[in-house]
């Protein structure tokens, strides 16, 4: 609750920037997750995209859960659209997909997942990313799934 609040406090704050997604433009970046219902587990997700078109993302995104007992690892390939890409913006939402493999102790599996978010820029360069994620896989248990809420940060290279 509190990162929540402190990312709100920043967006607020935050002078605008107008940025353009286009075409040829690398994402790095990354988030994670706190999350303490049921149990206190935490996220980490880097990223690394390219835009095939203004609207168009495909990249990979290696994904780490653990709740310090537990640790499952995740290494997706990812594509999101941008309805607004292409605009000179200060936000833009998106959804997305992820699809890859699913690492435990207990051997692999297949990986599924979605999310959604918004991307507000603070730089003609940088990004604070906010997303609701699901990410499932048959390495958990039947019907569960991991949703979340995530907070992220960065950066757009541009050639």
């Known amino acids: 609750m ?5 990312f709100a406090l920043l967006l607020s704050f935050t002078p605008l920037s107008s940025a353009q ?7 790095v970046g990354g988030g994670g997750s706190i999350i ?15 835009f095939v078109t203004p609207k168009i993302q495909i990249g990979a995104s290696p994904v780490l859960v ?10 997706t390939v990812i594509g999101a659209y941008y309805p607004s890409g292409g605009e000179a913006r200060t936000t833009y939402p998106f ?9 435990t102790g207990d051997g692999s599996g297949l990986a599924i997942g979605a999310r959604a978010g918004v991307q507000r820029f603070v730089s003609e360069s940088a990004a604070i990313t906010l997303s609701a994620n699901l990410l499932t896989t048959d390495d958990f248990d039947v019907g569960a799934a991991l949703i979340s809420l995530n907070a992220g940060f960065s950066l757009f ?3």
């Open 95 to 103: 959804v997305g997909a992820q699809l890859g493999a699913s690492f």
């Open 157 to 159: 290279l541009r050639r």
């Open 2 to 6: 509190r990162i929540a609040f402190v």
């Open 66 to 75: 653990t709740d310090f007992e537990d640790t499952t690892g995740f290494l």
């Open 36 to 50: 303490l219902s049921p149990d206190f587990v935490v996220t980490l997700s880097p990223q690394a995209g390219y």
């Open 21 to 27: 997604i286009d075409k040829g433009v690398i994402e």
